[in-house]
């Protein structure tokens, strides 16, 4: 799977909004939640062992992805919720 990524400040913390193909621009996101800040943003590839990769930038928004930070963000936020949460 291949798609885009971008990285919002919440008032929860840090959180990741992926959006899968590439119909629609990082700034979109940022339509959407106008209330949030947006930190990062780029591309995130999963390979078929279930690595991710975040990598690039959007030129929309002007901020790059920052790699392995969002990685380990973003697979933190793709684990089940145990329900002690």
Do not use: W
């Not at 790059?64 to 697979?75: K, N, Q, T, Y």
């Amino acid at each position: 799977m291949a798609g885009k990524y971008v990285v919002l400040q919440t008032p929860k913390g840090e959180e990741a909004v992926i959006i899968p193909g590439g119909d629609f621009f990082h700034d979109d996101v940022t339509h959407i939640y106008k209330s949030y800040e947006p930190i990062s943003a780029g591309f995130i590839s999963i390979d078929k062992d279930g690595r991710l990769k975040c990598y690039g930038r959007s030129e929309g928004l002007n901020i790059a992805s920052r790699g392995e930070d969002d990685e380990v963000l973003i697979r933190h936020q793709l684990k089940p919720n145990d329900g002690n949460g």
